[in-house]
């Protein structure tokens, strides 16, 4: 298996590219607008044929590359049900399926973060958008955000899964590239908690800035810009 983990040092974020091996069928998970000709030198490098590229939810602190992506390769542009993207080829809903070849992924709806925010499991991975992060967990205080949602998803879904799994999330700020979900249920300290109630007076009280490219991100993903719109 092909598994490329990729990283944005301005928005500290994650991007996925899985392919079941040199010459298949590739999808990318989370890209970012200024990687776009990154992509695809691995893609090239690798004899790969992006079919399909995912937005686990409607980010906030970048532009995503997934219209630039769609642009270059005419790749499915999918996202979960609940997604307000207006240039979606495919909405998936919770616990359908996504394939390429010799790969499987199940969606995971996990709000919280976002109304519109997923998972994806992909046999000894999930990738957990800002839901889970390493250490962390995503806010809840924007874009419909709902710590009690986000209760239900991490204790409710997330963290019912088997817990060698490991746990490749969209963002780190710490250098940490991956975790599993045994090591977030010990040393998360925003998973030390008994109750929703308790969780949300964690969340509720993180006072936050918003992020520096909020204002900008969030409309150009709704709308799906590419590089000559910015």
């Known amino acids: 298996m092909i598994f490329e983990q990729l990283f944005d040092t301005k928005s500290s974020t994650y991007t996925y590219i899985v392919s079941s091996g040199k010459g298949r069928e590739a999808l990318i998970i989370d ?11 691995v893609l090239e490098k690798l004899e790969l044929k992006l079919v399909k590229v ?3 939810h409607i980010h906030a602190d970048h532009i ?20 307000k ?3 979606i080829d495919l909405k998936i809903k919770d616990n359908e399926k996504i ?5 499987e992924l199940r969606a995971i709806y996990t709000p919280g973060h976002t109304d519109c ?14 839901t889970l992060l390493i250490n962390g967990t995503g806010r809840t205080d924007f874009q419909n955000g709902s710590s009690y949602d986000a209760y239900e998803s991490l204790f409710g879904k997330l963290l019912k ?6 746990v490749y999330p969209a963002h780190d700020y710490n250098g940490k590239k991956n975790s599993t979900i045994e090591n977030e249920k010990n040393n ?9 109630e308790q969780y949300a007076e964690i969340m509720n009280n993180l006072n936050l800035a918003n992020p520096k490219m909020m204002d900008v991100a969030v409309p150009a993903n709704l709308k799906g810009l590419t590089l000559d719109q910015i």
Do not use: A, W
């Open 31 to 41: 890209p970012v607008i200024e990687h776009t000709k990154e992509y695809i030198k």
């Open 117 to 130: 925010s997923y998972s994806y499991l992909m046999n000894d991975r999930v990738f957990t958008g800002d």
């Open 85 to 87: 993207s207006e240039v």
């Open 64 to 83: 995503t590359g997934l219209n630039e992506l769609h642009k270059k390769t005419s790749c499915t542009r999918i996202m979960g049900e609940k997604s």
């Open 188 to 196: 998360n300290p925003r998973l030390q908690v008994s109750s929703k």
């Open 54 to 56: 995912i937005d686990t």
């Open 99 to 103: 394939n390429i070849e010799k790969i």
């Open 161 to 166: 899964l088997p817990e060698k799994t490991l």
